[in-house]
Every structure is written in structure tokens, then in C-alpha cells.
């Protein structure tokens, strides 16, 4: 008995290992779980009627927004799969500027998914690999319905911006916002290298008053401060010569603190004068150079100019501009077509910029200095945003900043592709037919991830107010007759041609979204374990 229970204990053993998943599964089900509770939490704000969030810090800022980049990086995540969907909809913003609500909606329906996959016996690679197929050829299905665009097509541009601006907080403004990131986008292109278009060669200038119909594009420059009046200086100059200047122009200081004692009031005196003597010889030398305007950086020791100065400086009608910092002398420079000067002796006429009007103006509540008719200027823009309140001029901001990331998109790969859910429904039609070409476990996970996409058009229509189901049925149907650029029309409330109501994005916005969203669903998917280290 004891021989034969021997020999069939190999035979039992043989095809009946037991592994012990649950530690797994579960991991893998708290990573999913927290990555979509992060989804849920800023699909409401995805489309023209999508709604805003209110963001509160403990230092009493509050941020009005429903951009999902901004309020994905101001919400505390603490599971580091949740921090994940955070960075795609950051990585997102950076590639492309637009989609970064879409990007993190899409993640979390392609994450439901994969767990309705995963309980059903899919093993968590043959679910990752299906998803890095489906990415490709999704990319291949929004490239099919792009349509070419040049950048002398002005209205196409404006078309693209509108519609980035048609779900901000400040889109009754599109009208105006968007041909003004147009055209100062399009100010900086340079043709010698027209792929490639630099955000940071258009400052943005925040000023409190007025409203948002004040912003204007302004071809020049702009300091959100008042010059120096001290001594009556000038407040316009005609015919400027500019000069940017990173040397003090104020007595010189022994290099370590120290205390000097002066025994008598004739050595005061001297001091004194020879002070005077130093500043004045500094201002004659300005003066003799045919400098008109000083544009002064900012110093981190001390004051880069003193009341004596700014009185020989106000003598000699030269106007001031003080504490300008030390990140905006390169856009200074290379606005104004000069040089930064580091040192008196280095003070030439060759190394200033010229201008037409240098002036203070009134600006709201305060005072700012515009430059304007500067010659040789170079390819930069500067925007003034106005607006009634702080949170409405960042709000602003942030807004104008996502129109220019169309534009780069635009101008780095020229293709545009129609809105309102079109692309998304059509790439779910597309992927679930060639999912059935395909055979076993890889065929029935492309055509859940498949059905996932339809969750764009299904959100876009819930947050209309619309009924969801109804209208993804009839776009459904309308797309299996051809009509690949049918969307939903949120204004009008139904279903229309959307390129016809010129509701256009950047091909580059849909393709980073669908690439992004896979990557990052993949990653959580073949996390079978946390392990912390102290």
C-alpha cells in the first residue's frame, strides 16, 4: 500500500502546480483602481461643456481651470500609479499643448478594460502587447483621415486655436485669442527653418484691469513696471537709442563687509565728492555714446543704481528702466537687435538697440513702459493679457499658452483631423473589424480596447447634457456608412459633418493622446508587486 501510494504521488504532482496570485492581483487591481479614480475625477471637464474645477492651496490660492494639466499638477496623489496618469497628462502638454484631459480619459477607459480582461483569465503580457499593437495601428487610422495644412492657410490655424480654446473657461474670448496666437506664432517662425517654432520667443505680459477684450499683440516690448522719475526724468523718449546694461551704476564697494572710520568732516567731504565725481563720469560716458534709454538687470548684492544716479541719469534726459531680471535679458537682446553691456568701458554705440517711441503708459492700476517701431527687430512677440481679476487673467493665460501649443503642433507636423469624437469613434470601428482578422487571446483583447476609445464621443455627450448612449449609437451608424468626419456637435446639440463647423485639431494632439494613454496602461499593467525601500 505504502509502494503504491509512493508511486502515485509523481503522477498526482505531474500538470497540478499551485501558485499563489493573489498578492498580484491584488496589487495590480489597487494600481488600476487608483489610476482610474484619477480619470473619473477630471472626465467632467473634457469638452466645450465640460465643467470647471476649483483648486485651493493651503496658502489661500485658489486656480478657476478645467485644464487637465493643471489640475492633475496641483492635486497631492500619493499611489504612484495614480502619479503616473499625472505625468502622461504633463508629458502630454509638453508634446503637444492640447488633449491632456483626453489623454487621461482615455487611459482610464483602456484601464477598466484591461480589468474586465484580466478577471476573464487574460494574462497581464498578452494584454500589454496587445495594447502596443493597437497603438500603432491606431496611429495608422488617425493618419488616414488627416488632412494637409500650410501655414500661409491662416484660417485653418485660427480654426485649430478656436478649437483648443472652445473648452476653457475663457472661450467666449476665442474670437479675439485666437488670431492673436496665431499671428504672433506665426511672427516668430523663421523661414530659414520653418519646422520649427520656439515658445519661448513669446512673452506673455499679466496686467490686472480691464477686460479680457483688452489683450492685444503687441510688436515690441513691454515692462510690467514704471520707469524712474526720480529728478524729473523723462517719461517718453522719441528716436531711442536702448542700451542693457549688468553693471551698477553707483559708487564702487570694497568686495567683503567691512566699516571704514572717517575721522573728520574734510574727509567726508571728499568722499563724498569723489563719489559724485565716479557716477558723473559713468553718466557722461552714457550720455556720450548717444544712449537715450537704460534697460538696468536686476543686482543680486545690492541696488544697480542709486538716487544719485538717477538724478545725473534724469539730467541728462536719459530714461530708466530698473530691476529688469536677469531671465529676460536674452529676449531683450534679442528683441532689440543689441548687446547686454557688462562694464562702462565696454559702453559703445554699436552695441545698442534703436527704437521709435520708448513711452510709459497707464495700464489698469499702475503704469507700464511699451517699446515700440524697434529697427532690425528681432523674430519675438509680446503679449499683454488684461483681464478683471487674477483668476481670470492666469486662467487667460494658461489658455493663450495651449492656442500656441496647437500652432507648434501645426507647424511641426502639418496635418489637421476633424474634432468632436470623430477620430476616436473611427479608430474604434477600424480596430474592433481588424480585430477579427486576428486569432485567439490578441483578438479578443483589441477588440475591448477597441471599445474603449468610444468613451470620447460617450463623455463629450454626457457632459453636453446630451443622451450618451443614443448618440454614440448614431455615430456609430453614420460612421459605418463612410462618413468618417461625422461628430458631435455639443453647440447644436446633434450629430454633423464637424469639419463642416470647423472644429479642427492637430493630427499630433490625437497621436501623442492615443500613444501616451497605451504606454502608460501598459506600465500598470506589468506591475505585479510594490516594494518599498526605506
Known amino acids: 500500500m505504502a509502494a503504491a501510494a509512493i508511486a502515485a504521488a509523481p503522477s498526482a504532482r505531474k500538470g497540478e502546480t499551485y501558485t499563489d496570485t493573489k498578492r498580484r492581483d491584488d496589487v495590480r487591481g489597487a494600481n488600476i483602481a487608483s489610476a482610474r479614480g484619477v480619470a473619473d475625477a477630471v472626465r467632467t471637464s473634457l469638452g466645450p461643456r465640460g465643467m470647471d474645477k476649483m483648486i485651493s492651496s493651503g496658502d489661500q490660492e485658489v486656480i478657476i481651470t478645467n485644464d487637465g494639466a493643471t489640475i492633475l499638477s496641483r492635486m497631492s496623489l500619493l499611489h504612484p500609479a495614480a502619479r503616473m496618469l499625472a505625468e502622461i497628462s504633463r508629458s502630454q502638454d509638453a508634446a503637444a499643448g492640447d488633449g491632456t484631459t483626453t489623454v487621461v480619459v482615455i487611459a482610464g477607459a483602456l484601464l477598466r478594460r484591461a480589468q474586465s480582461l484580466l478577471a476573464a483569465g487574460a494574462?497581464?503580457?498578452?494584454?500589454?502587447?496587445?495594447?502596443?499593437?493597437?497603438?500603432?495601428?491606431?496611429?495608422?487610422?488617425?493618419e488616414g483621415m488627416a488632412i494637409p495644412v500650410e501655414l500661409a492657410d491662416r484660417d485653418s490655424l485660427v480654426k485649430s486655436a478656436s478649437t483648443a480654446l472652445s473648452s476653457k473657461v475663457v472661450s467666449q474670448y476665442s474670437g479675439l485669442l485666437a488670431p492673436l496666437a496665431v499671428d504672433a506664432a506665426l511672427s516668430v517662425v523663421d523661414?530659414?527653418?520653418?519646422?520649427?517654432?520656439?515658445?519661448?520667443?513669446?512673452?506673455?505680459?499679466?496686467?490686472?484691469?480691464?477686460?479680457?477684450?483688452?489683450?492685444?499683440?503687441?510688436?515690441?516690448?513691454?515692462?510690467?513696471?514704471?520707469?524712474?522719475?526720480?529728478?524729473?526724468?523723462?517719461?517718453?523718449?522719441?528716436?531711442?537709442?536702448?542700451?542693457?546694461?549688468?553693471?551698477?551704476?553707483?559708487?564702487?564697494?570694497?568686495?567683503?563687509?567691512?566699516?571704514?572710520?572717517?575721522?573728520?568732516?574734510?574727509?567726508?567731504?571728499?568722499?563724498?565728492?569723489?563719489?559724485?565725481?565716479?557716477?558723473?563720469?559713468?553718466?557722461?560716458?552714457?550720455?556720450?555714446?548717444?544712449?537715450?534709454?537704460?534697460?538696468?538687470?536686476?543686482?543680486?548684492?545690492?541696488?544697480?543704481v542709486t538716487e544719485l544716479s538717477l538724478h545725473y541719469l534724469a539730467k541728462a534726459k536719459i530714461l530708466v528702466v530698473k530691476d529688469v531680471e536677469r531671465d529676460e535679458i536674452d529676449f531683450i537682446t534679442k528683441t532689440l537687435n543689441c548687446l547686454p553691456i557688462a562694464n562702462i568701458e565696454h559702453f559703445r554705440e554699436d552695441k545698442l538697440g534703436h527704437a521709435d517711441v520708448v513711452e510709459e503708459v497707464s495700464a489698469g492700476d499702475g503704469k507700464i513702459v511699451k517699446i515700440t517701431g524697434i529697427r532690425d527687430m528681432g523674430r519675438t512677440a509680446t503679449v499683454l493679457v488684461r483681464g478683471s481679476n487674477q483668476?481670470?487673467?492666469?486662467?487667460?493665460?494658461?489658455?493663450?499658452?495651449?492656442?500656441?501649443c496647437v500652432i507648434r503642433c501645426l507647424v511641426n507636423k502639418r496635418f489637421l483631423i476633424a474634432g468632436g469624437g470623430?477620430?476616436?469613434?473611427?479608430?474604434?470601428?477600424?480596430?474592433?473589424?481588424?480585430?477579427?482578422?486576428?486569432?485567439?487571446?490578441e483578438s479578443y483583447c483589441i477588440k475591448e480596447f477597441a471599445d474603449a476609445l468610444e468613451v470620447i464621443p460617450y463623455t463629450l455627450a454626457e457632459n453636453a447634457g446630451l443622451n450618451p448612449i443614443a448618440i454614440v449609437t448614431e455615430l456609430r451608424n453614420?460612421?459605418?456608412?463612410?462618413?468618417?468626419?461625422?461628430?458631435?456637435?455639443?453647440?447644436?446639440?446633434?450629430?454633423?459633418?464637424?469639419?463642416?463647423e470647423n472644429v479642427v485639431q492637430?493630427?499630433?494632439?490625437?497621436?501623442?493622446?492615443?500613444?501616451?494613454?497605451?504606454?502608460?496602461?501598459?506600465m500598470i499593467l506589468k506591475i505585479d508587486d510594490i516594494v518599498t525601500v526605506r
Open 191 to 304: 523661414p530659414a527653418h520653418p519646422e520649427l517654432l520656439d515658445l519661448r520667443d513669446i512673452r506673455i505680459i499679466k496686467k490686472l484691469g480691464g477686460t479680457v477684450d483688452d489683450t492685444e499683440l503687441v510688436r515690441g516690448l513691454i515692462f510690467d513696471k514704471k520707469a524712474s522719475h526720480a529728478a524729473g526724468g523723462p517719461s517718453r523718449i522719441d528716436n531711442a537709442k536702448i542700451a542693457v546694461i549688468q553693471f551698477q551704476i553707483a559708487p564702487p564697494k570694497t568686495d567683503i563687509e567691512q566699516s571704514v572710520i572717517v575721522p573728520d568732516h574734510a574727509q567726508m567731504d571728499r568722499i563724498l565728492r569723489e563719489e559724485r565725481n565716479y557716477v558723473l563720469g559713468m553718466v557722461k560716458k552714457i550720455k556720450a555714446s548717444g544712449c537715450n534709454v537704460l534697460l538696468i538687470q536686476k543686482s543680486i548684492l545690492r541696488d544697480a
Open 422 to 441: 470623430a477620430p476616436e469613434i473611427e479608430m474604434s470601428m477600424q480596430l474592433a473589424a481588424w480585430s477579427k482578422e486576428l486569432h485567439g487571446m
Open 123 to 142: 494574462h497581464p503580457t498578452a494584454a500589454a502587447d496587445s495594447l502596443h499593437r493597437l497603438a500603432a495601428r491606431a496611429v495608422d487610422v488617425l
Open 391 to 404: 483668476l481670470v487673467i492666469d486662467e487667460a493665460d494658461r489658455s493663450l499658452h495651449d492656442a500656441l
Open 506 to 522: 492637430p493630427l499630433l494632439v490625437s497621436t501623442s493622446a492615443i500613444s501616451l494613454a497605451c504606454e502608460c496602461v501598459r
Open 478 to 500: 453614420r460612421h459605418a456608412k463612410g462618413e468618417k468626419n461625422t461628430g458631435i456637435n455639443v453647440r447644436k446639440g446633434q450629430i454633423t459633418n464637424i469639419l463642416e
